[in-house]
């Protein structure tokens, strides 16, 4: 596709279960991203990839989240034993490569996920 | 600690007008800032970005400000158009050679053209 793809677009679980939430970013582009947007907040960044590596992962808010690139494409966050505050809407984006001043960040419409 | 801030949660511009959307930061660090815009159950989608070498930047009928010394931008739209109603995203980034890493948003600011 031309854009970001995100899967599942709505997901709810009840609490303690676990969530993969996928992105398919723009093909090529090397920079993945993941940000977490709450209610009523601007999005605020979870963890950042450059191909397959894990470069920053400082925003991850608990050990109960996990992403993973494994083949430099497609990416997963996993949300294990899930809580009520991980309600959330799931933003991917993606970019050529971050480390080029002015490369646009390209973000997919996000997973809205709520845990009851 | 909140280093993006957008205090206006909501603006309403008539259409034709000018919309003047403002953010402030706090982060002497930030270099690199942009404006995303937001329609509901959408993703954020690039609008414009400034530098901070620069104190202007216009794109079509829109031109962002940066005052350093004030660590203060603004996005202006003219004229507003109804297409022009979303949630507006102002973002800020600290690495002058990586201009995109870490995005730090502010809380946006719901513009609404009236026709």
């Known amino acids: 596709g031309a854009g970001v793809s995100q899967s599942p677009r709505y997901k709810v679980a009840k609490r303690g279960q676990d969530v993969a939430l996928r992105c398919d970013p723009i093909?090529?582009?090397?920079?993945l991203f993941w940000y977490q947007q709450a209610l009523g907040q601007g999005p605020e960044f979870l963890t950042y990839?450059?191909?397959?590596?894990?470069?920053?992962k400082s925003g991850l808010p608990s050990d109960r989240f996990f992403a993973e690139r494994p083949e430099g494409s497609v990416s997963t966050l996993k949300i294990q034993r899930t809580q009520q505050e991980d309600s959330a809407v799931y933003l991917c984006?993606?970019?050529?490569?971050?480390?080029?001043?002015?490369?646009?960040?390209?973000f997919g419409e996000g997973s809205w996920l709520t845990v009851v | 600690d909140q280093q993006v801030k957008q205090n206006s949660p909501s603006l309403s511009v008539q259409e034709g007008r000018i919309s003047i959307l403002n953010c402030d930061y706090t982060?002497?660090?930030?270099?690199?800032f942009l404006w995303y815009k937001k329609y509901p159950a959408e993703g954020p989608t690039f609008l414009i970005s400034?530098?901070?070498?620069?104190d202007k930047n216009e794109d079509g009928r829109f031109t962002v400000f940066l005052n350093k010394s004030a660590k203060h931008l603004s996005l202006h739209i003219v004229p507003s158009q109804p297409g022009d109603s979303a949630v507006y995203f102002c973002?800020?980034?600290?690495?002058?050679?990586?201009?995109?890493?870490?995005?730090?948003f502010g809380t946006g600011t719901r513009l609404t053209i009236i026709p």
């Open positions: 982060n002497s660090m930030f270099d690199y």
């Open positions: 400034i530098s901070s070498i620069k």
């Open positions: 984006a993606s970019s050529l490569d971050f480390r080029e001043a002015g490369n646009t960040i390209y």
């Open positions: 990839f450059q191909n397959e590596a894990q470069l920053d």
């Open positions: 973002a800020a980034s600290p690495n002058p050679n990586f201009g995109n890493e870490k995005l730090t």
């Open positions: 093909s090529g582009h090397v920079s």
